[in-house]
């Protein structure tokens, strides 16, 4: 209720000395009213009852504040280096290193023919990381796409060898990926795990024309999201609109990956005839604006094509303008704008 006991030390007439835990204040006043500074700042006025030692105390000033000292952030950790072969490790295991760090298909050639007899299955891993290696540079011009096709299609040739669980993929290359447009405008990075190589060698069956290896090549990796989006992508293609209606049941607008299946289910109903069925997934598609800029305009060319199909041409040529305005070279627009009266 604001009363207490209160002792001070009397320096000289109406002047007291108060002394507490928290410092030292000081306090001015005769009997009856006094008004005292303590020492966090606080100024207080207090009404006493004279030989009694109770007070009433009600504050007249806020404490000061005090800036709470700030602790110096601990230092950060160095990035952990990454692990390299030891003394003990088996020469292939040095020289396969030393040529991945190199990033030279030429030092990875070498050691496939040094130890591909007594390991073969470093002849494997080292065919698959030089395939690997051209189809990172393909970008800049350096990677030669015949040549990662031969590699990688032999790589996937020789069976499940399990290349993501391999001690050496697991030791050296776990947080290593490489880029793969798994459709277009979808680009995933994905690790030997993912089933990388084959992925990466359908990519480049089907920039070759050969549909059917591409779709066969896909069939092989483990069923996981990129593989989906890439056979879907592939049976798209390949005309097997069933088979795109059939894997895409289900879809929800989670990602771009997604949205594109939901653009090729469409595409797909479209081709079987099945116009708002069509409209509807393309639509599902486009709820979500952020998606990727490949992603939405190839929903814009195949909703284009099924106003096309149902004769709205005004709505179609709304569609492919629309791409017109951002991208002129997309590809399969300038066909569709031919297509409008």
Request: no cysteine.
């Amino acid at each position: 209720m604001g009363f207490r006991m209160r002792t001070s030390i009397k320096i000289m007439p109406g002047v007291r000395l108060n002394i507490s835990r928290s410092g030292v204040g000081y306090s001015v006043g005769g009997r009856g009213l006094r008004v005292t500074k303590h020492a966090n700042g606080r100024v207080s006025r207090t009404v006493g009852i004279p030989g009694t030692g109770l007070s009433h105390s009600s504050t007249v000033r806020a404490p000061r504040s005090r800036a709470t000292p700030r602790r110096p952030s601990p230092p950060a950790r160095p990035a952990p280096r990454p692990p390299k072969p030891g003394l003990l490790a088996p020469s292939w295991e040095k020289d396969l290193f030393d040529a991945v760090e190199a990033g030279r298909p030429a030092r990875l050639a070498a050691v496939a023919r040094a130890h591909g007899r007594s390991e073969p299955v470093v002849r494997v891993l080292a065919a698959a990381l030089d395939g690997l290696l051209h189809v990172e540079h393909l970008a800049d011009g350096t990677g030669d796409p015949e040549r990662a096709r031969e590699l990688l299609a032999w790589v996937v040739a020789q069976g499940p060898v399990g290349l993501g669980r391999h001690p050496f993929a697991t030791k050296y290359l776990a947080e290593r990926t490489w880029p793969v447009e798994i459709a277009a405008g979808v680009v995933a990075h994905l690790g030997l795990h993912h089933d990388v190589v084959h992925l990466a060698a359908a990519e480049l069956h089907q920039a070759g024309g050969d549909l059917d290896t591409a779709i066969w090549t896909v069939e092989q990796a483990q069923p996981m999201a990129p593989a989906a989006l890439s056979l879907v992508e592939l049976y798209s293609d390949a005309d097997r609109h069933q088979d795109v209606v059939d894997l895409t049941n289900g879809i929800d607008n989670a990602d771009d990956a997604t949205a594109l299946l939901l653009v090729l289910r469409g595409r797909a109903f479209a081709q079987l005839g099945y116009h708002e069925a069509a409209r509807e997934a393309i639509k599902e598609a486009m709820r979500v604006r952020s998606r990727a800029v490949a992603v939405r305009h190839r929903a814009l060319l195949e909703r284009g094509q099924v106003n096309l199909a149902q004769n709205r041409r005004a709505a179609a040529r709304t569609d492919l303008e629309k791409i017109l305005a951002e991208d002129a070279a997309y590809p399969g627009l300038a066909d569709a704008l031919a297509a409008l009266p």
